[in-house]
T-cell receptor
Framework: AQSVTQLGSHVSVSEGALVLLRCNYS??????LFWYVQYPNQGLQLLLKYTSAATLVKGINGFEAEFKKSETSFHLTKPSAHMSDAAEYFC????????????FGSGTRLSIRP | GAVVSQHPSRVICKSGTSVKIECRSL??????MFWYRQFPKQSLMLMAT?????????EQGVEKDKFLINHASLTLSTLTVTSAHPEDSSFYIC????????????FGQGTRLTVV
């Protein structure tokens, strides 16, 4: 069975600083990996996805993530944090190219200090 | 990206009544939709997978008689919380599979259910 583990339930960075949110996955077959963002009382918005093409994936709002098979990781980064980045971030995994259920990590709350 | 609309966004109901939540894919056909439940400050828990024209597949521990799912068309799935109790109060989110070749899912805005 596939799963994802997010290290750190809460991350706080200063505005303008590097954002690094960690995610490790477990899967018996090559996975599809995602990062989603959730703002309070809203649904989830897809930030980026890995689908076995390029290992460095660029997403919206300046975020990117790198798939590292040797480390079974898919960490999310952004060079310079903005106040509007404060939200809950979820790493997720699925196995198939379509109609497959997506399994979510426990989430990481990102806070931005002025 | 594809648009999924969920309605209502917020509902308050009395204990013992039933509540229906709708999930619509607005610009694509979704043969598969998913229903999640989210408790405060927690992740999304998959409740069931809804397939158009067939019975939903429920995750272990989810009461199928309490959470009725209907997926009668390629653009609409509904979740009905029957005989709601205060412990059913939660944030419910639906998602629709992006379709062939698109592994990501697209999410509705969520429904905040409060049972009083």
């Amino acid at each position: 069975a596939q799963s994802v583990t997010q290290l750190g339930s809460h991350v706080s960075v200063s505005e303008g600083a590097l954002v690094l949110l960690r995610c490790n996955y477990s899967s018996s077959v090559p996975p599809y990996l995602f990062w989603y963002v959730q703002y309070p009382n809203q649904g989830l918005q897809l930030l980026l996805k890995y689908t076995s093409a390029a290992t460095l994936v660029k997403g919206i709002n300046g975020f990117e993530a790198e798939f590292k098979k040797s480390e079974t990781s898919f960490h999310l980064t952004k060079p310079s944090a903005h106040m509007s980045d404060a939200a809950e971030y979820f790493c997720a995994v699925s196995l198939y190219s379509s109609a497959s259920k997506i399994i979510f990590g426990s989430g990481t709350r990102l806070s931005i200090r002025p | 990206g594809a648009v999924v609309s969920q309605h209502p966004s917020r509902v308050i109901c009395k204990s013992g009544t039933s509540v229906k939540i709708e999930c619509r894919s607005l610009d694509f056909q979704a043969t598969t939709m998913f229903w999640y439940r989210q408790f405060p400050k927690q992740s999304l828990m998959l409740m069931a997978t809804s397939n158009e024209g067939s019975k939903a597949t429920y995750e272990q521990g989810v009461e199928k008689d309490k959470f009725l799912i209907n997926h009668a068309s390629l653009t609409l799935s509904t979740l009905t919380v029957t005989s709601a109790h205060p412990e059913d109060s939660s944030f419910y989110i639906c998602s629709a599979s992006g379709g062939r070749g698109r592994p990501e899912a697209f999410f509705g805005q969520g429904t905040r259910l409060t049972v009083v």
